[in-house]
């Protein structure tokens, strides 16, 4: 373990640097407070084996602290508060399949998603967990220095006190590099938001057991490997402030043809194939002219899906299963709790197609409908998708460029690692995550799609309901490349 001294400076003062080149030397440092990565995974290893969570597959209608409610089935907890499982009825008129029903999670509260930043040795350090989710495939992973729903830290379940939260909750003495709220999964979260923050400090912070500094540098280089940074860490490490001008010259030494072409993609200076005004117009034109009309209705009456064995199925068998399950816990603020979780049926894909144009990377986002978002449609990758679902659903509604992105030659392939979504919501919900860089000449002509610069989706990120949670997830897997 390396040691940095660091000298306490007020807010004001740390006011000076600029957010982007602070982070860019953070994304070249590859040692830090955990000197190598290799001491990092001797670390997790140690957490592992002093975490224990045992999960246990329970009927639905015998979880502890949860009732079915007799009238409309709606399954929800005895407080009243944390979510609850309701029917969703959509409509999309003019979409590939018009309407369906379907269970959703209803989540009204936001929670915090939070990372605490602080400079050693003049090179900023993000304060990361390791958590234990009842949904995880692998148990523990990465996550961010907070990561409560509004009912855990007010402590509705009588548990202890979350570590950390008081930076979150009173930002006035520190530096505030991120706060907004965003999205997540629209097809199976109710309008569901989090405060996404990322707070530096100078003062000196108790390191506490389940928790270690690492730079950004280090934490790219874990998102290459498969299940280790969970999703709230990646949504919130996309929220950085990455973009800004000469960012250039500070890579010269690292650099690529390839990586080059993607820090001028961060460049607010460098030339983008759409003008933001271009790129906004775009988005409100698409929120104008489709329409998604959604209601709350009872889960009982939900069509085409079937609660028999304890669990919530559809008729086909696809899409997604609403299981129950009962948990007990070593580490966490409560130590044995059971709830309802949706289980996927199928690994999904989730890919954007980049290509360079005059020499700065570009993505193929679309703008995509989700039956659970605030505002109709929010951007996302080129493709998302669980190709299973298809089997069920009209040759039509078969993802534009899917085939481009599953054909894509091993050479055109820049990121690819499987990651697990949110832990505490979906169990053993994974997504193969990929970057796939086309030729120059590929030119899609489909209206719902854009080629955007990182500068340009960065800029996105700064304000709630453009960015949706794969894409977040894509972007911070993206940063990772720059170093």
């Known amino acids: 373990m390396t040691t940095y001294s660091r000298t306490a400076r007020s807010a004001g003062a740390l006011l000076a640097d600029e957010p982007a080149e602070l982070i860019a030397r953070s994304v070249l440092a590859r040692s830090g407070r955990i000197a190598e ?4 995974h001797r670390w997790m290893a140690d957490e592992k084996r002093r975490s224990h969570m045992d999960v246990r597959a329970v009927p639905l209608d015998s979880l502890s602290g949860w009732r079915v409610d007799g009238q409309t089935g709606n399954i929800g907890h005895d407080s009243g508060k944390f979510f609850s499982i309701e029917g969703l009825d959509v409509v999309v008129p003019g979409g590939p399949v018009t309407w369906w029903q379907q269970p959703i999670i209803n989540q009204p509260e936001v929670g915090i998603l939070g990372i605490l930043v602080a400079r050693f040795g003049g090179v900023l350090h993000c304060l990361m967990q390791a958590k234990i989710e009842p949904g995880n495939c692998n148990g523990l992973q990465l996550s961010p220095t907070v990561q409560a729903t509004r009912s855990n830290y007010t402590r509705v379940h009588q548990g ?28 199976w979260f109710h309008r569901k938001r989090n405060r996404n923050m990322v707070v530096e400090v100078s003062e000196e912070v108790e390191l506490l057991e389940g928790f270690c500094w690492l730079t950004l540098g280090q934490l790219h280089q874990l998102l290459a490997v498969d299940d280790l940074v969970n999703m709230d860490a990646r949504t919130v490490l996309s929220c950085m402030p990455f973009a800004g001008r000469d960012l250039l010259p500070l890579f010269e030494d690292v650099r690529t043809e390839f990586t080059a072409a993607l820090i001028r993609s961060y460049s607010v200076e460098s030339a983008a194939r759409h003008s933001m005004a271009e790129v906004l117009s775009w988005i409100t034109e ?13 889960l009982r009456e939900v069509s085409d899906w079937r609660h028999e064995d304890g669990r919530i199925r559809h008729d086909s068998g696809l899409f997604f ?9 070593a580490g966490r603020e409560v130590r044995a709790w059971s709830q309802p979780m949706i289980e996927p049926c199928d690994e999904g894909v989730v890919a954007f197609l980049a290509k360079r144009i005059n020499g700065v990377l570009h993505l193929l986002a679309q703008a995509k409908t989700e039956p659970g978002y605030v505002d109709v449609i929010e951007l996302a990758p080129t493709v998302q998708c669980s190709v299973s679902n298809y089997d069920a659903l009209p040759p039509q509604a078969r993802p534009a460029f899917l085939d481009t992105v599953l054909e894509a030659e091993d050479s055109q392939i820049r990121f690819d690692a499987v990651h697990s979504e949110e832990g505490g919501r979906f169990f053993h919900a994974r997504n193969r995550y990929l970057v796939v860089e086309v030729a120059e000449d590929f030119e899609p002509e489909h209206p719902g799609y854009r080629w955007l610069t990182l500068a340009q989706l960065v800029d996105l990120l700064r304000h709630s309901n453009y960015i949706n949670v794969q894409a977040r997830s894509l972007i911070a ?3 990772g490349l720059s170093g």
Do not use: K
Not at 286 to 298: F, T, Y
């Open 477 to 479: 897997c993206l940063h």
């Open 160 to 187: 202890s006190a979350v570590p950390y939260l008081e930076y979150f909750r009173d930002t006035e003495a520190h530096r505030v590099l991120a706060d907004v709220r965003q999205s997540e999964q629209g097809s």
């Open 286 to 298: 698409v929120r104008s002219q489709q329409l998604c009309q959604v209601e709350l209705i009872p």
């Open 37 to 40: 990565l290799e001491h990092f």
């Open 321 to 329: 299963n609403v299981i129950g399950v009962s948990v007990t816990a």
